[in-house]
């Protein structure tokens, strides 16, 4: 039997399992910092926001603490998301404990599917804390809960797939501060978090329509009040995609082992 990252995907005896437990146990462990401190982000954002633009209504009817705490959460979901990945393989790669995973009888197809899933499971986590939290200060509708499900499920897993990437491409912690700070960040708040594109310039819509992740944030922000920017089965469709294409790079640099056996 073949080890490392050539073994068939989810054989008898599989390591998945317990790398996908490893991976969820290693942001429990540190849940003050991976869950409570973004919880209280989302906060400071919707005080702020909100009190500086309190009366405000959005798509002529919502309020805009309203129409802001579903895009609070979808931030937290895909940054955290991204975090739990880039963050767990970089500190194997410096530390030098990757090579035990490496040994382990696992398929780069399981390998990803651990870190994966590992990381919409935190999305979820601390995207569920936001949204408790900040419902206290204006309980949003729920007008299609499969929407909110599916949205969130498939952002969680692009941003785990690009952190996927990120961490197997950077050699050091500022290479992969590099990678969030000047292209996860910016084109999450880009992504029409705090804003409707609508009230955007002309060609500020259009390039905010090149933004995957304005797809994310406003299929997701649909499924709470009916309406968005463009339509869910655009979005949806735009996000299925981009998942196949970061997913399919991922599962490629695993298979050939890039910047991880050497």
């Known amino acids: 039997m073949k080890h490392g990252l050539n073994t068939p995907p989810l054989e008898y ?50 309020s805009y603490t309203a129409f802001l705490i579903p895009g609070l959460v979808m931030m937290s979901v895909l940054q955290n998301a991204f975090a739990n990945t880039s963050s767990s393989l970089i500190q194997s790669k410096v530390t030098g404990n990757l090579v035990f995973v ?17 990381a919409v499971f935190r999305g979820v986590v601390v995207g569920s804390g936001v949204f408790l939290v900040t419902a206290w200060y204006g309980l949003p ?23 996927l990437i990120a961490g197997i491409l950077a050699d050091k912690f500022d290479q992969l501060a590099a990678f969030q700070n000047f292209l996860i960040m910016p084109a999450t708040m880009l992504s029409g978090v705090f804003y409707s594109i609508h009230s955007l310039p002309p060609a500020w819509q259009t390039v905010s329509h090149f933004n995957p992740f304005f797809y994310m944030i406003d299929g997701f922000r649909y499924g709470f009040f009916g309406v968005s920017d463009i339509s869910p089965w655009n979005s949806l469709a735009i996000v299925a995609c981009f998942f196949v294409l970061v997913s399919a790079i991922a599962l490629r640099l695993l298979q050939k082992g890039y910047k991880l056996r050497h």
């Open 13 to 62: 005896g599989s390591g998945f399992p317990t790398l996908l437990s490893k991976e969820i146990k290693r942001f429990y462990k540190v849940g003050f910092q991976t869950v409570a401190a973004p919880v209280l982000t989302a906060i400071l954002y919707l005080m702020i926001f909100g009190h500086v633009l309190e009366g405000k209504e959005v798509y002529g009817r919502l």
């Open 102 to 118: 490496l040994l382990a009888p696992l398929s780069h197809f399981e390998f990803f599917a651990a870190y994966v899933l590992a």
């Open 141 to 163: 509708s729920i007008e299609y809960p499969l929407w909110i499900l599916i949205f969130a499920f498939l952002g969680a897993a692009i941003l785990g797939s690009l952190g």
